[in-house]
Nanobody, 124 residues
């Protein structure tokens, strides 16, 4: 049973930074893809960023490219999302997800495991 637990959410002013972490337990992550998604009230869940845990390759949505950085620590079984220059429109619940097998998809339905989410609120 894979479990993903996100930490690091909170309230920050526009222009500030937050760092989210996703800790995995239950099986070895290496070789898989980890993604971050977010969901604002009344909106669909949207892709934010993904990283391949073997190669370190990353992919970002256009809305966060240049501001957010996804990284991995395979020794600690964690994936982090450094969020800088935050905007009020980044306010959402952020979810960590794990995909088994190859590929770095942007569709939430392609991921196999999900965390419970952590709230990020950016005030103007």
């Amino acid at each position: 049973q894979v479990q993903l637990v996100e930490t690091g959410g909170g309230l920050v002013q526009a222009g500030g930074s937050l760092r989210l972490s996703c800790a995995e337990s239950g099986r070895t992550f290496i070789g898989h893809t980890m993604g971050w998604f977010r969901q604002a009230p009344g909106k669909e869940r949207e892709f934010v960023a993904a990283i391949n845990l073997s190669s370190g390759s990353t992919y970002y949505s256009n809305s966060v490219k240049g501001r957010f950085t996804i990284s991995r620590d395979n020794a600690k079984n964690t994936v982090n999302l450094q969020m800088n220059s935050l905007k009020p429109e980044d306010t959402a619940v952020y979810y960590c997800a794990a995909k088994l097998g190859v590929g770095m998809p942007q569709r939430s339905g392609d991921y196999d495991y999900w965390g419970q989410g952590t709230q990020v609120t950016v005030s103007s």
